[in-house]
């Protein structure tokens, strides 16, 4: 049966409740559930949404997009002009007169039983429309397909992988599945189709819009914007895995004055502690935190500190928390959700009073000596054993809402410096989910291989985190894993990786360099050991060059810089953007995989080969583009081979 019910076109069959609802600009949720009614849960969709919308027997129209059920509970999708968007797949023997009525029997929308729950494992089956669809975003997956049409997706956090599951379509719709279940999407040639393992209902969001840009916002303005990046996010940050001492990390910050070169922020990395969960400063390497704040800010150096979500038994906050409930619960086995450098356990940041226990402890340990950006790693969170079924949340089973947990990591410190009163917050995340953005989360891209394959894969992973609602991304310069700087292939690719995080949201040099440096003390943390040295000066004569170049460089950018940022905080734009979001109309910019807009003005060209001394570039259509490297000129709509020699990274100038 088919009602309207308000704004709200309702189907009943049986069990079985579909309700379409209007939600935001040009925008509809579609939800169904076996149970007797829909959780009290908007999910992603927090921000205000208007929700008007012309409803008739069987369909209903918010702008842009309209949708229809037919009398056997199947959705359509159309846009205003008509167009088909977006159809589940049903094929059974109801509907006599359809044409791909079949005795295949698969419905569109499927309840199984999740067992030992009132849960269900919940699949939706789509049609594939077009052969020729592309599609973006989903987040972040260690692959180097930009478009990602065909492919396999686990949606499941892990160390390098973010499930942020908003698409953009090139059939003019994005989508998103607004489930933080673990589960599965498919974006087949033959079908597409979503999974959650273990869920209450299925709730999807989709919106039409004649650019890509439209959607994008429409996405932003129901999910939340980032904050106004802060002054000291625009220029550069110095990371390493890690400085040991207080006197480390200001001999660093000094060398970079003395030098007369750029520096915004310095990290100190983890087991800074004496033990993880006690959060704090071990006094056995940093006696005086104040101080060094104090001196850093003489210098106009911000400092972020690592902070980590996992709580050792031997922690002086262990018994108060497992007492309080505030940690993470495990289904079977021993109490041990990951067992690196120790015993530990995550805190449950779902929980509410866990995440204000955990904000007072950073508030008396860290916030009080003036630090204010925080680097929230092991935001997953990454688990010893990837059971997902093993471990259960104050919110519910990992299975039912295991992928919200960065979201609450981030909403915990967001929220905390907000009561304090800051503005402009931004926190160092590696993982986000749906709506992640609006709690100042800044993903980089995990602990990554340092090789060009790794590369390229974090360019595909930076634009499709854009697309997918995450304009805040970075990654570790150089990648994470090993490299030697006193090696000079890569010397090569670090130098290649630096001149491209100029151009990324933010430029942040990071890595654990080979050889390990010998262990500094018996205490603390000092078991786990530093790499070698990863300052811009540690790497030759050729490369330092090369990094004051692109230091400079991202310093005279700084005021472009602020203005694409304000864009992501007003509209949502990422601020990597595939050629097609600013330019939709160029058929050749759908198919750029290599390339990218930093902003509206610069195209990007990163060099991704081993020994490139040239690369191809596209230049869209309808502008000319000017090399901010030697000022030549060259016409929109056509490829050039262009020079690239180690210390060129192609960038043109719309002009």
Known sequence: MISKDGNRLVYRFDAETLMIEPWGKDSLRIRSTMAPRFIDDDRALTEKAEKNAIVNDMTIENGRIRACISEFGTISIYDSDGRLLLQELSRNRKDLHATDCSAIEIEARTFSPARGSDNYHITWHLKSLSKTERIYGMGQYQQPYLDIKGMDFELAHRNSQASVPFFISSLGYGMLWNNPAIGRAVFGLNIMQFEAYSAKELDIWITAGSTPKEIERNYASVTGKVPMMPEYG???????????????????????RSLGLPLDVIVIDFFHWPVQGSWTFDPAYFPDPKAMVDELASMDVELM???????????????EMLEKGYLIRIERGFRISMDYEGNTVHYDATNPEARKYLWNKIKDNYYRYGIKTFWLDEAEPEYAVYDFDNYRYMAGSDLEVGNIYPLCYARTFYEGQEAEGQKNIVNLLRCAWAGSQKYGALVWSGDIA?????????????LNMGIAGIPWWTTDIGGFHGGNPQDEGFRELFARWFEWGCFCPVMRLHGDRDPKLPQL????GAHCLSGSDNEVWSYGDEVFGICRKYLLLRERLRPYTREVMKEAHDHGDPVMRPLFYEFPQDGICWTIEDEYMFGGSYLVAPVLEPGARERKVYFPAGSQWESIEDGSMHEGGRSETVAAPLDVIPVFRKK
């Not at 500190?305 to 018994?319: A, H, Q």
């Not at 003390?521 to 603390?524: E, I, K, L, N, Q």
Request: aromatic share 12%; proline share 4%.
């Open 450 to 462: 340092s090789s060009y394959e790794s590369l390229r894969n974090q360019l595909a992973a930076g």
């Open 234 to 256: 625009l220029g550069f940050w110095q990371c390493k895995l890690r400085y040991r001492t207080q006197e480390e990390v200001l001999n660093v910050a000094r060398k970079y």
């Open 305 to 319: 500190v690592s902070i980590w979500p996992t709580v050792d038994r031997r922690s002086p906050n262990w018994n």
């Open 521 to 524: 003390g018996s205490t603390g």
